[in-house]
């Protein structure tokens, strides 16, 4: 049902002025995964910033900065998909669960659950196998820092994204249902 416009908070003052107030901003819940994401990002940034002047304004580019630019973006991607994982947000298909008969869908949830801490868990696995077998060997191409810097913010994504993902089952476990089974809820339901 649409609200009507008598249900709408007023804008328009007796003064026939504009009047809209924000509501306060609340960060008290935002996850120590965001505060990351955000400072990796500000980084990130700033590096483009520094890039675009010296190569616009300076006419001499500073060539370190497009290699260092693409690893920020790396640690932005992996420090975000982890908030994906917190929000339980990531793209997903619900539409069989709707035909599913009740104890099927909550055992195809439950198996989704199980599989995305596998999956996270094995390429942490993974990412560490590489790092070992890369050794210090590697270097960056323009910097001269080991590229196990860069896959270490990879293998503390995908550590991070476990951790999340178990909690995010553990969660559906004792809720008794998850996202799939009931789209319209979200994370904050109880």
């Known amino acids: 049902m649409t609200p ?8 328009m003052g007796d003064d026939g002025q504009f009047h809209a107030q924000d509501e306060a901003v609340d960060l008290s819940d935002t996850k120590l995964e965001a505060w990351v994401a955000l400072g990796f990002f500000w980084i990130l940034g700033a590096t483009v910033f520094y890039q675009f ?3 616009y304004v300076m006419n001499d580019s500073a060539a370190w900065t497009e290699e260092i630019a693409r690893y920020l973006l790396i640690a932005v991607v992996f420090t975000g998909a982890t ?11 619900d539409f069989f669960y709707k035909f599913m008969p009740t104890p099927m869908a909550r055992a195809m949830a439950t198996v989704v659950d199980v599989l995305r801490v596998g ?11 590489m790092m070992l077998k890369l050794g210090s060997n590697s270097r960056m191409t323009m910097v001269d820092l080991p590229m196990n810097w860069v896959y270490g913010i990879c293998l503390l994504g ?16 004792r809720r008794g249902y998850s996202v799939l089974e009931r789209p319209e809820s979200s994370m904050d339901d109880k």
């Open 83 to 93: 908030i994906g994982v917190v929000k339980n947000n990531h793209i997903q298909v």
């Open 4 to 11: 009507s416009i008598d249900d709408m908070p007023a804008v």
């Open 158 to 173: 995908f550590i991070a994204m476990a951790f999340r993902s178990v909690q995010i089952a553990l969660f559906h476990h």
């Open 53 to 55: 002047f010296t190569r």
């Open 119 to 129: 999956f996270f868990a094995a390429a942490a696995v993974l990412t560490v196998m």
